[in-house]
């Protein structure tokens, strides 16, 4: 069964300083991962997606994500925070069901102080 | 830009009543999604149509929730009657045909934020 682990609860960074998100997952077979970010009292928004092509992934508003397979990891990563960045970010892994059923973490919540 | 439509935004209720929520998904999208998401945590799968046809509900209370997707486009979620611990964010998501890469992206809509009293 495929599971993503959050491996934070709450992060916490002053602005303009780097970003670290850590997400570790388990899968059975060469998953596909995502990074959705949400906003307070707003639904989620994708980040960026990996799905078996280059393992850098570069998203929107200057974030990236490294698939690392011996490491079963999926850690997000930001050269400099903004304030706007702070917010709710889940991993999320997609399962071999024909739908593409999606399992989140349990999300990690980024603090920005100004 | 298309956005996946949903109301209301809010909705207070009170236990034992029934409550609907509407999803209106992103034109042509063939699948939707009904997640809730509990405070804290992250959403987890409801149920999930394929056009109008019910592909996954196995983590849908049935005593309780009933979801229908009548033509293949919109679709409604109600509770009946509602409990407290349904207090949650409610979430739709719909996804496009085509390759496997296209189906597994979800767009999410705004969600529906319920509170049982």
């Known amino acids: 069964a495929q599971s993503v682990t959050q491996l934070d609860s709450h992060v916490s960074v002053s602005e303009g300083t780097p970003v670290l998100l850590r997400c570790n997952y388990s899968?059975?077979?060469?998953?596909?991962l995502f990074w959705y970010v949400q906003h307070p009292n707003k639904g989620l928004q994708l980040l960026l997606k990996?799905?078996?092509?280059?393992?850098l992934v570069k998203g929107i508003n200057g974030f990236e994500a490294e698939f690392k397979k011996s490491e079963t990891s999926f850690h997000l990563t930001k050269p400099s925070a903004h304030m706007s960045d702070a917010a709710e970010y889940f991993c999320v892994v997609s399962t071999a069901s024909p739908g593409g059923k999606l399992i989140f973490g349990q999300g990690t919540e980024l603090s920005v102080k100004p | 830009e298309a956005e996946v439509a949903q109301s209301p935004r809010y909705k207070i209720t009170e236990k034992s009543q029934a409550v609907a929520f509407w999803c209106d998904p992103i034109s042509g999208h063939a699948t939707l999604y009904w997640y809730r998401q509990i405070l804290g945590q992250g959403p987890e799968l409801l149920v999930q149509?394929?056009?109008?046809?019910?592909?996954?509900d196995s983590q849908l209370p049935k005593d309780r929730f009933s979801a229908e997707r009548l033509k293949g486009v919109d679709s409604t979620l109600k509770i009946q009657p509602a409990e407290l611990g349904d207090s949650a964010m409610y979430l739709c998501a719909s996804s496009p045909r085509g390759s496997r890469q296209a189906r597994e992206t979800q767009y999410f809509g705004p969600g529906t934020r319920l509170l049982v009293l």
């Open positions: 899968s059975s077979y060469s998953p596909s």
């Open positions: 149509f394929q056009d109008e046809s019910v592909v996954d």
């Open positions: 990996y799905t078996s092509a280059a393992t």
